[in-house]
């Protein structure tokens, strides 16, 4: 690498904050991901309710899976209990079982994808996009563009996810011998990025398929 | 992280650098180059504006057939290069230059880190930012040309423009993560890496003003991203987010469903473009109450209500958007809450600026050419602030919404604000950077012809506004209400290009310094500052021993002490 310097704090916690430089920085980044978020949500609201909408189709109404969405749900929070398993293993010193979880959470993430992907080529088979929408709507585009953004940047976000969680089980066991504490630290970081994302979940099932 | 120091390759030192300095310096050389094209963009739009329908010298026979007709300018493109100025100024020029280039070589050195809490990220950013430039850079070449709908890119217009927007869309999502990413490591570095003893009151004020800047771009670029994906949906993918329903263009009716707000889009977008605003002032507020300290051998006075000020500043930022869209129709209620909240952010601006010229008083004041476009920034942006309350307030605002005079107030503060406090910023830490003095003489002549012609384009702005003349006009002439105030419109154009001169002496002064002025030691203001403790110019890792801080930022004079400066990294009293 480039040069002799070192800096502090990338494993050890610092005295103010009590977290590694590392955690801090996600924190922000999550802080800044609740304002994407929190404005898409934002915009589902006043465009379901400043736009004098006559007609607004419930999930249900709108054709929208329950039980799928459910399964789904239950999946990425399952992921998440996998994702804390992997990085308590770490810290009890359990390599395998680390690796098992870490597996786990990549597996369940995956399969979340997979799911989406058959609800969104179910939608698409009956000629659903994001322009068309429910069909006997007089207003009718808005709800499934915003189903298709607020998921597809989600599922984004999921896909993100898998990639980094996948680079940590593949090449992080080469950092896990030489600097284990930081090691420890990006698997924590990543966890807690991968619970921001199925939280984000939480909220985005209830206000697209129920309400 | 201990390997041996090897030497570097040209690319990584200079090209894939994870060293903040250089970062620095590539954001600086970078944002500069574009403050440059903006400005080119500009000077074309001046002749049009001041000889509507004549041929543009020098460049006009080198434009594409898309862009002129016979060397005059078409209508289209004077959308485009509105549209781009806008952009490249605001994403590309000053962000850059304020937070990117002396954020990034500044603040790691006056807090005394050896680097950015994350270099790679760091180096990340920079690259994220080429990015988003190039692709803005070349949606010029695109056969419907550049983004044409302005800076702020209103839908439903911007909904149907020319392939150019989408470009302008994607350019400002590398953009926004760059900025983002630079946020993170600003806001971690400055509370992570300070020295030991460097409290958070010990902090020199640009240190603050890129901290609450940082927090600024953090959460207020998020909404700006959700609005972009938004809008990409509405072009790419057909949906209707911001489209009403019964949408009327040229004549016929929209074949999209409707069912949308374009008022979302100015509301998503404001909630950015108003932090943005102290995005593009904070910094250089910094420098300039640096430059202040140093020449004036005082310490700042006031310095704890500033700080109190500049985090209510940040705080309040994010609830006075909407006073940009009192004529959109949104109601009286909303309109009373944001003017109320407009008048109260005026409040900490004016203590920050009040405490700066208090500053001065009873000081032997030293006038390098830093000081000078320092003390020019006071009056500048004290223009830009005070003809900015009519229009937080509905009523004036009804009558110069829209008009010169609007473009005359936010460039006070942005062009002769902002831009001479980045003037003071480069003349004063030229030194520590390259090692050499900048030319005195050759700096003079820029910044006094700058500040005249500077003024001279933004003051008869002001007139032209309050004469009724809109912005964004392609052919002012053709309108009676505007006729008689076509000489101003000339006055502008010809000082618009006297400003281009007059930035000959700083472009020789820059090439010149470099390698010919003479050089410069460790601490030639005789500053108190950590930046100042360090190698002239910085080494990789910046300090040769880890510095310790004694004391506050700005101990000038102080009564007893030898010099007439007391370091804070220097144990015993001057």
């Given amino acids: ?211 | 992280m201990s390997e041996a120091h090897a030497e570097l390759g040209f690319l990584r030192k200079y090209v894939f650098s994870t060293d903040h300095k250089v970062i620095g310096i590539q954001y600086g050389i970078t944002a500069l180059v574009f403050l440059f094209f903006g400005f080119c963009l500009m000077m074309m739009m001046r002749w049009q504006l001041a000889y509507p329908g004549e041929p543009i010298p020098l460049v006009g026979g080198l434009l594409g057939e898309t862009m002129v007709d016979r060397g005059a300018m078409l209508p289209n493109f004077y959308n485009q290069l509105g549209a781009m100025h806008g952009t490249i100024m605001v994403f590309m020029g000053i962000v850059p230059l304020a937070v990117g280039a002396f954020g990034n070589y500044v603040v790691p050195l006056q807090i005394g880190a050896p680097d950015m809490a994350f270099p790679r990220l760091n180096m990340a950013s920079y690259q994220a930012f080429v990015v988003g430039g190039v692709v803005m850079l070349v949606s010029f070449l695109l056969p419907g040309g550049a983004a044409s709908s302005g800076w702020t890119s209103y839908a439903p217009l911007a909904v149907f423009a020319t392939s150019g927007q989408t470009f302008w869309l994607l350019g400002m999502l590398f953009l926004i993560a760059s900025s983002l990413l630079g946020g993170i490591n600003f806001i971690v570095t400055i509370i992570h890496l300070r020295a030991d003893g460097l409290t958070f009151f010990r902090l020199p004020f640009f240190v603050w003003s890129q901290l609450v800047t940082a927090f600024l771009l953090v959460l207020a670029f998020p909404a700006l991203q959700a609005a972009a994906i938004l809008q990409a949906m509405d072009r790419l993918a057909g949906t209707s987010f911001f489209l009403p329903s019964g949408l009327v263009v040229g004549g016929s009716a929209v074949a999209a469903a409707g069912g949308g707000s374009p008022l979302l889009w100015q509301h998503l977008f404001w909630f950015l473009a108003h932090p943005e605003v102290y995005v593009l002032i904070l910094p250089g507020m910094g420098i300039v109450a640096e430059v202040i300290a140093v020449n004036t051998r005082k310490p700042l006075w006031g310095y704890k209500p500033m700080v109190y000020s500049l985090l209510f500043l940040g705080f309040l930022s994010f609830g006075v958007w909407a006073h940009h869209m009192y004529m959109t129709g949104m109601g009286t209620t909303m309109s009373t809450f944001f003017q109320i909240t407009t008048m109260i952010i005026s409040i900490p601006s004016v203590i920050i600026l009040t405490c700066l010229v208090i500053s001065l008083w009873g000081a032997s004041i030293r006038f390098p050419v830093p000081m000078l476009f320092a003390l020019a920034f006071l009056p500048m942006f004290g223009i830009g602030g005070l003809t900015g309350l009519p229009l937080g307030l509905a009523a004036p605002d009804a009558f110069l919404h829209d008009s010169y005079y609007v473009i005359g107030h936010f460039h006070y503060v942005v062009a002769p604000g902002t831009i001479f406090a980045m003037f003071a910023g480069i003349y004063h830490w030229w030194p520590k950077a390259t090692g050499r003095h900048m030319n005195e003489t050759l700096g003079r002549i820029h910044f006094w012809f700058s500040f005249l012609f500077m003024n001279g384009i933004f003051m008869p702005m002001m007139f032209e506004g309050m004469a009724g003349v809109s912005r964004r006009l392609f052919d002012p002439t053709i309108y009676t209400h505007a006729e008689a105030a076509h000489g101003l419109t000339i006055m502008t154009s010809w000082s618009a290009w006297g400003l281009a001169l007059a930035q000959i002496p700083f472009v020789i002064n820059f090439f010149w310094s470099m390698r010919k002025e003479e050089r410069a030691e460790e601490n030639p203001w005789q500053a108190t500052t950590l930046e100042w403790a360090t190698p002239t110019p910085p080494p990789h890792g910046n300090f040769v021993e880890t510095p310790v801080v004694y004391r506050g930022p700005y101990e000038y004079s102080v009564p007893g002490a030898e010099r007439d400066f007391s370091p804070q990294f220097v144990k015993q009293g001057g």
Avoid: C
């Fill in chain 1, 1 to 211: 690498m480039s040069s002799t310097i070192v800096i502090p704090y990338q494993a050890e916690a610092h005295p103010l904050t009590g977290v590694t430089s590392g955690k801090l920085g996600i924190w922000i980044f999550l802080a800044s991901e609740i304002m994407l978020f929190g404005a898409l949500f934002s915009s589902y609201v006043l465009l379901r309710v400043g736009t004098g909408a006559e007609y607004w189709p419930s999930g249900v109404e709108a054709g929208l899976n329950v039980p799928i969405g459910t399964v789904n749900t239950l999946i990425l929070i399952t992921s998440s209990v996998t994702m804390v398993m992997s990085w308590a293993s770490l810290k009890m010193d359990k390599f395998a079982a680390f690796k098992f979880y870490l597996g786990a959470t990549i597996g369940l993430g995956s399969l979340f994808l997979v799911v989406k992907g058959f609800e969104y080529s179910a939608k698409f088979s009956h000629h659903i996009y994001p322009a068309v929408g429910w069909p006997e709507a007089t207003d009718p585009s808005t709800f499934f563009g915003l189903y298709f953004t607020l998921t597809g940047l989600h599922a984004l976000h999921i896909l993100l996810g898998v990639l980094v969680n996948l680079w940590l089980l593949v090449y992080g066991a080469e950092l896990w011998k030489t600097e284990r504490v930081r090691f420890e630290g990006r698997i924590e970081i990543s966890g807690l990025y991968w619970h921001f994302v199925d939280l984000v979940w939480i909220f985005l099932f209830p206000v697209l398929y129920l309400l």
